[in-house]
């Protein structure tokens, strides 16, 4: 069985107040990707959005949806 779960990924406020708009930095993304592979998840698919945040200013963000195989998962056993 497989469990799922959808992140927002996106940088701080204080890039997008200073210079107008904020980037992900890809450093930091993949550390946040790596410490999720290091737990399990699996990237299925990302889809890249840039979000408004305070009417004037805009912010990248990775929309990422994982998944993991869970504990419960039946198992069959051969009998020999």
């Not at 949806?65 to 069959?76: D, V, W």
Request: no cysteine; proline share 1%.
């Amino acid at each position: 069985m497989k469990e799922y779960k959808v992140v927002i990924y996106q940088e701080g406020m204080i890039g997008s107040l200073i210079l107008g708009q904020s980037k992900v930095d890809p450093v930091r993304f993949s550390e946040f990707l790596n410490s999720n592979a290091i737990e399990g998840w699996r990237v299925v698919t990302m889809e890249k959005d840039i979000r408004r945040m305070l009417l004037f200013f805009k912010r990248e963000a990775f929309l990422v949806l994982m998944e993991r195989e869970t504990g419960s998962a039946t198992t069959e056993t051969a009998e020999v």
